[in-house]
Protein backbone atom coordinates (compact mmCIF):
# COMPACT_ATOMS: atom_id res chain seq x y z
CA UNK A 1 0.00 0.00 0.00
CA UNK A 2 1.56 3.06 -1.31
CA UNK A 3 2.06 5.64 1.38
CA UNK A 4 3.12 9.61 1.24
CA UNK A 5 4.72 11.80 3.86
CA UNK A 6 5.21 15.80 2.99
CA UNK A 7 7.83 17.20 5.28
CA UNK A 8 10.06 20.83 4.91
CA UNK A 9 10.05 23.81 7.14
CA UNK A 10 6.50 25.55 8.57
CA UNK A 11 7.52 28.55 7.86
CA UNK A 12 9.52 30.39 5.06
CA UNK A 13 10.41 34.08 5.04
CA UNK A 14 8.97 36.69 2.01
CA UNK A 15 10.96 36.27 -1.16
CA UNK A 16 12.64 33.05 -0.37
CA UNK A 17 12.40 29.29 -1.26
CA UNK A 18 9.99 26.91 -0.29
CA UNK A 19 11.34 23.86 0.08
CA UNK A 20 9.30 20.51 0.68
CA UNK A 21 10.04 16.90 0.46
CA UNK A 22 7.43 14.35 -0.45
CA UNK A 23 8.58 10.62 0.67
CA UNK A 24 7.18 7.68 -0.86
CA UNK A 25 6.75 3.90 0.67
CA UNK A 26 4.76 0.92 -0.10
CA UNK A 27 5.88 1.71 -3.75
CA UNK A 28 9.49 2.16 -6.16
CA UNK A 29 9.40 5.53 -7.73
CA UNK A 30 11.52 3.83 -10.48
CA UNK A 31 9.70 1.27 -11.20
CA UNK A 32 6.15 2.93 -10.32
CA UNK A 33 4.80 4.14 -13.92
CA UNK A 34 2.84 6.89 -12.51
CA UNK A 35 2.71 10.49 -12.07
CA UNK A 36 3.52 12.57 -8.74
CA UNK A 37 1.73 15.70 -8.36
CA UNK A 38 1.67 18.84 -5.60
CA UNK A 39 -1.66 19.99 -4.62
CA UNK A 40 -1.73 23.01 -1.98
CA UNK A 41 -4.60 24.67 -0.31
CA UNK A 42 -4.93 27.96 2.11
CA UNK A 43 -6.37 27.86 4.77
CA UNK A 44 -10.32 27.77 4.63
CA UNK A 45 -9.89 27.43 1.00
CA UNK A 46 -10.63 25.47 -1.85
CA UNK A 47 -7.37 23.36 -3.57
CA UNK A 48 -4.63 24.24 -6.03
CA UNK A 49 -3.15 21.81 -8.03
CA UNK A 50 0.31 23.08 -8.23
CA UNK A 51 2.23 20.57 -11.05
CA UNK A 52 3.22 16.85 -11.38
CA UNK A 53 6.18 14.86 -12.32
CA UNK A 54 6.53 11.37 -13.97
CA UNK A 55 9.28 9.15 -13.63
CA UNK A 56 10.53 9.99 -17.03
CA UNK A 57 11.39 13.60 -15.15
CA UNK A 58 8.18 15.01 -17.94
CA UNK A 59 6.53 17.51 -15.59
CA UNK A 60 3.55 19.90 -15.91
CA UNK A 61 3.02 23.04 -13.78
CA UNK A 62 0.18 25.07 -13.18
CA UNK A 63 0.88 28.36 -15.46
CA UNK A 64 0.09 30.91 -12.61
CA UNK A 65 3.20 29.28 -10.84
CA UNK A 66 5.39 27.94 -13.76
CA UNK A 67 7.74 30.82 -13.69
CA UNK A 68 8.72 29.98 -9.91
CA UNK A 69 8.07 26.60 -9.37
CA UNK A 70 10.26 23.09 -9.86
CA UNK A 71 9.22 19.29 -9.55
CA UNK A 72 11.97 16.81 -9.32
CA UNK A 73 12.19 13.33 -8.00
CA UNK A 74 15.28 11.78 -6.31
CA UNK A 75 15.22 7.87 -7.32
CA UNK A 76 17.62 6.96 -4.62
CA UNK A 77 15.81 8.34 -1.64
CA UNK A 78 12.15 7.12 -3.22
CA UNK A 79 11.20 11.10 -2.71
CA UNK A 80 9.68 13.64 -4.24
CA UNK A 81 10.37 17.36 -4.22
CA UNK A 82 8.93 20.78 -4.52
CA UNK A 83 10.40 24.23 -4.52
CA UNK A 84 8.43 27.33 -5.20
CA UNK A 85 10.50 30.76 -5.62
CA UNK A 86 9.89 34.12 -3.99
CA UNK A 87 7.26 33.15 -1.99
CA UNK A 88 4.55 35.68 -0.76
CA UNK A 89 2.03 35.72 1.99
CA UNK A 90 -0.20 34.31 -0.64
CA UNK A 91 1.67 31.01 -0.68
CA UNK A 92 0.85 30.02 3.04
CA UNK A 93 -1.15 26.65 2.61
CA UNK A 94 -1.39 23.50 3.22
CA UNK A 95 0.95 21.28 0.65
CA UNK A 96 -0.54 17.67 -0.28
CA UNK A 97 1.35 15.62 -2.29
CA UNK A 98 -0.71 13.14 -3.98
CA UNK A 99 -0.41 10.29 -6.70
CA UNK A 100 -2.47 9.28 -9.38
CA UNK A 101 -5.11 6.23 -9.84
CA UNK A 102 -3.54 4.14 -12.44
CA UNK A 103 -6.67 1.72 -14.34
CA UNK A 104 -5.83 -0.22 -17.41
CA UNK A 105 -2.61 2.11 -18.57
CA UNK A 106 -4.81 5.08 -18.10
CA UNK A 107 -4.49 7.98 -15.30
CA UNK A 108 -7.47 9.49 -13.51
CA UNK A 109 -8.09 11.63 -10.38
CA UNK A 110 -5.75 11.46 -7.26
CA UNK A 111 -6.21 7.85 -5.31
CA UNK A 112 -3.49 8.78 -2.58
CA UNK A 113 -2.60 12.12 -0.76
CA UNK A 114 0.18 12.44 1.74
CA UNK A 115 -1.25 13.92 5.23
CA UNK A 116 -0.15 17.45 4.34
CA UNK A 117 2.16 20.19 5.35
CA UNK A 118 1.56 23.59 6.39
CA UNK A 119 3.42 26.18 5.39
CA UNK A 120 3.33 29.94 6.59
CA UNK A 121 5.30 32.83 4.84
CA UNK A 122 5.70 35.72 7.27
CA UNK A 123 8.90 37.51 8.39
CA UNK B 1 -8.02 27.32 -17.63
CA UNK B 2 -11.39 25.18 -16.72
CA UNK B 3 -13.53 27.28 -14.42
CA UNK B 4 -15.87 24.55 -11.99
CA UNK B 5 -18.42 25.84 -10.85
CA UNK B 6 -20.43 23.28 -7.76
CA UNK B 7 -23.37 24.14 -6.33
CA UNK B 8 -24.63 24.46 -4.00
CA UNK B 9 -22.21 26.15 -1.37
CA UNK B 10 -23.47 24.99 1.46
CA UNK B 11 -25.95 22.42 1.67
CA UNK B 12 -27.75 21.17 5.02
CA UNK B 13 -29.41 18.06 5.06
CA UNK B 14 -30.19 15.52 7.96
CA UNK B 15 -28.95 11.95 8.26
CA UNK B 16 -31.14 9.58 5.93
CA UNK B 17 -31.91 12.62 3.13
CA UNK B 18 -30.84 11.92 -0.41
CA UNK B 19 -28.60 14.73 -1.55
CA UNK B 20 -27.24 16.00 -4.88
CA UNK B 21 -24.10 18.23 -5.70
CA UNK B 22 -24.07 19.45 -9.06
CA UNK B 23 -20.60 20.71 -10.74
CA UNK B 24 -20.41 23.03 -14.18
CA UNK B 25 -17.32 22.83 -15.97
CA UNK B 26 -16.68 25.88 -18.57
CA UNK B 27 -16.06 23.56 -21.14
CA UNK B 28 -16.97 19.64 -22.03
CA UNK B 29 -14.28 17.82 -20.24
CA UNK B 30 -16.66 14.60 -21.08
CA UNK B 31 -15.99 12.29 -18.25
CA UNK B 32 -12.58 13.40 -16.84
CA UNK B 33 -13.72 13.98 -13.90
CA UNK B 34 -13.14 12.97 -10.21
CA UNK B 35 -15.23 13.32 -7.10
CA UNK B 36 -13.70 13.97 -3.14
CA UNK B 37 -14.63 14.11 -0.15
CA UNK B 38 -12.91 16.18 2.59
CA UNK B 39 -13.09 16.78 7.04
CA UNK B 40 -11.20 19.74 8.37
CA UNK B 41 -8.00 18.67 8.84
CA UNK B 42 -7.77 15.76 7.09
CA UNK B 43 -6.53 15.35 2.86
CA UNK B 44 -9.18 14.61 0.45
CA UNK B 45 -10.54 11.53 -0.14
CA UNK B 46 -11.36 10.12 -3.69
CA UNK B 47 -14.90 8.93 -4.14
CA UNK B 48 -15.67 8.87 -7.72
CA UNK B 49 -13.58 8.69 -11.15
CA UNK B 50 -14.62 8.95 -14.79
CA UNK B 51 -17.50 10.54 -13.75
CA UNK B 52 -18.93 7.99 -12.40
CA UNK B 53 -16.79 5.00 -11.56
CA UNK B 54 -16.78 4.51 -7.39
CA UNK B 55 -13.39 3.97 -6.16
CA UNK B 56 -12.59 0.78 -4.71
CA UNK B 57 -13.85 0.95 -0.66
CA UNK B 58 -16.46 4.19 -1.53
CA UNK B 59 -19.93 3.09 -0.03
CA UNK B 60 -22.75 2.15 -2.50
CA UNK B 61 -24.97 4.68 -1.74
CA UNK B 62 -22.40 7.50 -3.19
CA UNK B 63 -22.77 7.49 -7.06
CA UNK B 64 -21.83 9.99 -9.99
CA UNK B 65 -23.01 11.10 -13.13
CA UNK B 66 -21.15 12.92 -16.14
CA UNK B 67 -21.80 14.28 -19.50
CA UNK B 68 -20.12 17.40 -21.65
CA UNK B 69 -19.47 19.65 -19.40
CA UNK B 70 -22.14 18.84 -16.18
CA UNK B 71 -21.11 16.47 -13.38
CA UNK B 72 -23.01 15.82 -10.25
CA UNK B 73 -22.56 13.65 -7.27
CA UNK B 74 -25.70 11.49 -5.32
CA UNK B 75 -25.28 10.47 -1.60
CA UNK B 76 -28.67 8.01 -1.45
CA UNK B 77 -28.93 8.42 2.28
CA UNK B 78 -26.71 10.32 4.15
CA UNK B 79 -25.17 8.62 7.10
CA UNK B 80 -23.48 10.41 9.91
CA UNK B 81 -19.55 10.45 8.48
CA UNK B 82 -21.07 11.55 5.27
CA UNK B 83 -20.74 14.99 6.43
CA UNK B 84 -17.76 17.03 4.92
CA UNK B 85 -16.87 19.05 2.11
CA UNK B 86 -16.77 17.64 -1.44
CA UNK B 87 -15.00 19.04 -4.50
CA UNK B 88 -15.26 18.29 -8.10
CA UNK B 89 -11.96 18.15 -10.28
CA UNK B 90 -11.25 18.06 -13.98
CA UNK B 91 -8.38 16.28 -15.22
CA UNK B 92 -8.82 16.93 -18.79
CA UNK B 93 -6.91 19.89 -19.70
CA UNK B 94 -4.53 21.58 -17.96
CA UNK B 95 -3.80 22.59 -15.44
CA UNK B 96 -6.31 21.07 -13.79
CA UNK B 97 -8.81 22.40 -11.21
CA UNK B 98 -10.97 22.22 -8.64
CA UNK B 99 -14.33 23.16 -8.08
CA UNK B 100 -14.70 25.30 -4.67
CA UNK B 101 -16.39 22.77 -2.81
CA UNK B 102 -19.57 22.12 -1.36
CA UNK B 103 -19.97 21.89 2.48
CA UNK B 104 -22.65 19.32 3.49
CA UNK B 105 -23.87 20.18 6.93
CA UNK B 106 -26.20 18.93 9.73
CA UNK B 107 -29.69 20.42 9.46
Known amino acids: QVQLQESGPGLVKPSQTLSLTCTVS??????????WSWIRQPAGKGLEWIGR???????NYQPSLQSRVTISLDTSKNQVSLKLRSVTAADTAVYFC???????????????WGQGTTVTVSS | DIQMTQSPSTLSASVGDRVTITCRAS??????LAWYQQKPGKAPKLLIY???ILYSGVPSRFSGSASGAESSLTISSLQPDDFATYYC?????????FGQGTKLEIK
Open chain 1, 98 to 112: AKQLVVGGFYYGFDV
Open chain 1, 26 to 35: GASLINDQNY
Open chain 1, 53 to 59: IYISGST
Open chain 2, 27 to 32: QNIDTF
Open chain 2, 50 to 52: KGS
Open chain 2, 89 to 97: QQYDVYPWT
